[in-house]
């Protein structure tokens, strides 16, 4: 038997050893050419801004050239679709929206499983959601605002970007375990929401900090609830939708890079290291609070996680809203 116990252990030394050196020739190799960010909406919106930001970065970082790429449709699920079919090589990336992964194939067949077909790197930035109602609803908080619905069911809307959008699915979802009674309007965007809420014509809409934050100087409307886990520094003094009464109350949106399914591990933990890197820096958080997006550069596994969540969310909320798969 001691015969056998060092040949044995010399194997599988030169098999450990062997992986090892593989992992870490993978990692040093990796990228040896131009690597492409696709981005599944036009240019110029806040997924592409977030996107070439940190191309910027990594081609920085890495010393190999990151390119963004806009494949516009359905929703986001010609892009999603086209990286998930790319080779796992790590030279074709998804710069991931929350509202692609976590929503759209709730609500519609996609030829892509968000969690079966791809690998998520880091999550980069979220941009957080707030409550904004007209002036003419006596409420400047979340308790004053759903005891005032209540008083006057049926009487007042709510506004959204689009059925099945997140600004819908947020004020659904409030309705909902809210208990109260308001109609929903869907307008072709959340600009045309924003002007019909400062006009009126609505009495609340769910929408990005960004959207209604600029137009609470003017009077017309008040933001009375914070959608994301923590309080906003630009308003303070706004509590959140969870400490208001609705523990675990949380919708946001995110953008993160993804890869396809089967990509190298190494390639992945060299990338997130990478966006991690990148996005912690002063430089870059100052960029992605300029256009009001929350830096967050995690790691894969709790990019994964938060896939995971928001999936569960997006479902109850799409059954809330009355949603069906199209």
Not at 34 to 61: C, H, M, W, Y
Not at 201 to 227: A, K, W
Not at 265 to 276: H, K, Y
């Amino acid at each position: 038997m001691k015969t056998l116990k060092s040949p044995i252990l010399l194997f599988c030394g030169i098999f450990y050893f062997g992986i090892t050196s593989l992992f870490v020739n993978a990692q040093n190799s990796w990228p040896q050419r131009p690597v492409k960010i696709v981005v599944p909406f036009a240019p110029g919106g806040n997924t592409d801004s977030i996107a070439r930001i940190t191309a910027e970065r990594l081609t920085q970082g890495l010393g190999q050239l990151f390119i963004v790429e806009n494949k516009v449709g359905a929703g986001g699920a010609i892009a999603a679709d086209y990286v998930a079919k790319s080779p796992a090589d790590g030279y074709t990336l998804l710069m991931a929206a929350m509202p692609v992964m976590a929503i759209l194939p709730i609500i519609t067949k996609t030829n892509f499983d968000p969690l079966k077909d791809f690998v998520a790197i880091s999550n980069v930035g979220s941009n957080p959601f707030v409550m904004g109602v007209h002036k003419s609803i006596p409420a400047t908080t979340i308790e004053e605002f759903v005891a005032y619905v209540k008083k006057n069911p049926g009487k007042f809307n709510y506004a959204s970007g689009g059925s099945g959008s997140v600004s819908h699915l947020s004020a659904a979802l409030f309705v909902k375990r809210a208990q109260i009674e308001m109609a929903h309007i869907s307008y072709k965007g959340g600009a045309p929401a924003v002007t019909d809420l400062l006009g009126g014509n609505v009495q609340m809409y769910f929408g990005n900090f960004s959207e209604l934050f600029p137009h609470v100087s003017g009077g017309n409307i008040r933001i009375i609830g914070v959608s994301s886990n923590s309080r906003v520094a630009q308003l303070p003094q706004v509590a959140t939708i969870a400490e208001s009464g609705f523990p675990g109350f949380k919708t946001l949106t995110w953008n993160g890079l993804m890869a396809p399914a089967e990509t190298s591990p190494a390639i992945i933990a060299r990338l997130t290291e990478a966006v991690v890197k990148a996005v912690k820096t002063e430089s870059t958080m100052a960029k992605f609070i300029q256009i009001g997006v929350d830096p967050i550069g995690n790691s894969s596994k709790d990019f994964s996680e938060t896939l995971r969540s928001d999936i569960a969310i997006w479902s109850e909320a799409a059954k809330a809203a009355n949603l069906k798969m199209e």
